[in-house]
């Protein structure tokens, strides 16, 4: 088939946002492409040559695209540099650059489908010396031949840029019309949830009719797309809703479909990309913890600090995308620790159809828990007041909150229900300001800390009865001249016992009466069960902690213990954010 088809209903899908119009205009796309060729066009009405999870992408530099251009139509760089920089869009000069032209090339041939995406698929995947010489011809020599109107997508693809507007379930639409009824759209739909491969989809409804789709089974190196999750504002509407239910910790991180085989691990993020090479550790985790051959289990991946247990912002992961001595550094200093929730497939047998005991069920029997994979903290809950303890536990332990999943539900790829409900705390503003807190004990370090100290126990001044309460454990924020002085430093006021003043639920290694003051910022103050500021003063048995705290580096020898932040501006301060929470919502 030539591309100039291809090139017409892009044209006409451009001129149209709506959804409708599409579809038809993409089922009369359809109708027309030889079966062999119709994977290829849908991976090209997605601007693509292979589905997502292959990690190939197109995303020429606009630069070299540039250079192309210019070299098929035999203008400067500069000229086609310029025409760009006028209109943002490499499509359109392209276009303009191509009607321009004054001499046609002799040898210019018609494109096809094939000849396109034979070359797309080069240029997206030559690597090397020579790789750049190599892709700046094979564009060149698309545009040679393309008609002005071809020359906009062609450009526009290489760059990674359709600007088509047409998104994936439009696609859906188009083939469940094309090769079946609309009744059967969401059979198209699951195969496409399963697979993740539009094109393949299409490529089966093509040769063997909706029910060729049977055959497109989960599989190990093809991610599946996410099952996702609706919100509800209280625990009891939560209970309401599931009866009795699972309950498992809601872990702020990155999530993370670990595809498991005995050569190979493979790690998908949630837009399916391969993230295998950002996280050795989650790897060589999953060796030690997994007792099966072959499965794909999904959890969420949270940076831990080695030296306090607790949690770390999930921003201390996020940057690894760099070199790889940079991820091996990176997986050193803030390893993650993968909290697995589900379990998909196991030794060839396809479990999304299972119910959600069998799935955690069969997670439980092949893990064994290291130090790199848990399970992610579950619990099975009917009354009220179990779910809300299991909620400020989660808390406390630094989660964002409870997912809620109901006990016999499949595995619903890609769709959003409540079958999963997730329940986050309700406030989530940022501590605006930073806080003055008290020293008032220590946490010996491990590792490279060993010798000085893991993480300072910190508290507010209660005014009230003149005592200390402890709000958070601080261990970020050191630099290694600080952090190695610290014992020295904090010496005079070391002592064996707790001192009078400071009333404590954790048991530091060394204690310290309330002397030195150290300026933190923190992110947000949460309500907690292991502190003792503010407790029972926004719940029964809790406290509040700072999630979150970072030393600035300012220690306040100008203040007197008693001068710190109070108990009460910290109740403030808490009051202020569930405020603002409010207003944003
Ligand atoms: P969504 O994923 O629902 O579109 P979002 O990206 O804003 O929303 P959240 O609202 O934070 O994310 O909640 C959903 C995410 O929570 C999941 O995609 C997953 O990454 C994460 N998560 C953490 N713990 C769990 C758990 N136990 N079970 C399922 N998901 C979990």
Redesign the pocket.
């Known amino acids: 088939m030539r591309y100039a088809t291809l090139a017409q209903a892009y044209g006409k899908l451009e001129a149209t946002t709506k959804r409708l119009e599409m579809t038809d205009i993409l089922v009369a796309l359809f109708r027309e492409v030889p079966k062999e060729e119709i994977d290829k066009v849908v991976y090209l009405t997605q601007g693509r040559v292979f589905p997502d999870y292959a990690g190939i992408e197109l995303g020429l530099a606009e630069k070299l695209a540039i250079r192309g251009i210019a070299r098929a139509t035999a203008r400067p760089d500069e000229a086609i540099g310029a025409a760009w920089k006028a209109s943002g869009d490499l499509g359109l000069v392209a276009e303009e650059q191509l009607r321009a032209r004054t001499q046609t090339t002799l040898s210019s041939e018609p494109l096809t489908i094939e000849t396109v995406y034979a070359s797309l698929k080069e240029i997206a995947t030559t690597a090397g010396t020579g790789s750049q010489e190599r892709k700046l011809q094979l564009l060149a020599d698309l545009l040679n031949d393309a008609t002005p109107e071809e020359a906009r997508y062609l450009a526009r693809t290489v760059v990674g840029k359709m600007r088509l507007g047409v998104a994936d379930m439009t696609i859906v639409d188009a083939l469940a019309a094309t090769h079946a009824t609309k009744e059967d759209r969401d059979r198209v739909e699951r195969a496409y949830n399963v697979s993740s491969d539009l094109g393949e989809v299409a490529a089966v409804l093509a040769r063997d009719g909706l029910d060729g789709l049977g055959a497109l089974h989960l599989g190990r190196g093809r991610p599946i797309r996410?099952m996702?999750?609706e919100?509800l504002e209280t625990l009891e509407e939560v209970l309401e809703r599931l009866g009795e239910c699972a309950l498992?910790?809601?872990?702020?991180?990155?999530?993370v479909q670990a595809h498991v085989g005995p050569d190979r691990i493979q790690l998908f993020s949630?837009q399916l990309e391969d993230i295998t090479g950002q996280f050795p550790e989650i790897v060589a985790g999953l060796r030690d913890a997994l007792r099966a051959k072959e499965a794909i289990v999904?959890?969420?991946a949270v940076p831990v600090d080695a030296n306090t247990g607790e949690f770390l912002p999930f921003q201390e992961v996020s940057r690894r995308r760099g070199r790889k001595t940079d991820v091996d550094r990176m997986a050193q200093d803030f390893p993650v620790t993968l909290?697995a929730?589900?379990c998909l497939l196991l030794e060839g047998e396809d479990l999304t159809t299972r119910g959600y005991r069998d799935r955690r069920g069969a997670l439980e029997r092949i893990l064994r828990e290291t130090d790199g994979v848990r399970l992610?903290t579950?619990r099975t809950v009917r009354e009220l007041l179990d779910a809300e303890s299991f909620f400020d536990e989660a808390l406390q332990k630094g989660?964002?909150g409870l997912?809620a999943?109901s006990l016999d539900s499949t595995y619903d790829a890609g769709a959003?229900g409540y079958q999963?409900i997730?329940f986050?705390k309700e406030y989530s503003a940022e501590m605006s300001d930073t806080i003055d807190l008290v020293v008032v004990g220590a946490f010996a370090g491990r590792g490279r800390r060993a010798g000085t100290y893991g993480a300072l126990l910190m508290a507010a001044y209660d005014a009230e009865t003149d005592v200390f309460r402890t709000t958070c454990k601080l261990g970020t924020g050191f630099d290694d001249a600080t952090l190695f002085g610290l014992p020295e430093r904090l010496r005079p006021h070391a002592r064996e016992e707790r001192h009078a003043r400071v009333e404590s639920k954790l048991t530091p290694d060394t204690w310290f009466e309330p002397a030195v003051v150290l300026e933190v910022r923190g992110a947000e103050l949460t309500v907690s069960p292991v502190h003792t500021c503010a407790r029972d003063a926004v719940r029964p048995g809790a406290g509040l902690a700072v999630r979150f705290p970072r030393f600035t580096g300012r220690w306040r020898d100008d203040k007197r213990p008693e001068d710190a932040t109070s108990q009460k501006e910290l109740l403030g301060m808490y009051a202020g954010q569930l405020k603002a929470v409010r207003k944003a919502a």
């Not at 498992?248 to 991180?253: A, I, L, P, Q, R």
């Open positions: 996410a996702l999750a919100r498992e910790y809601k872990y702020d991180g990155l999530r949630r999904e959890g969420e909290f929730f589900d992610a579950m989660c964002e997912m999943k959003r999963w997730k986050k």
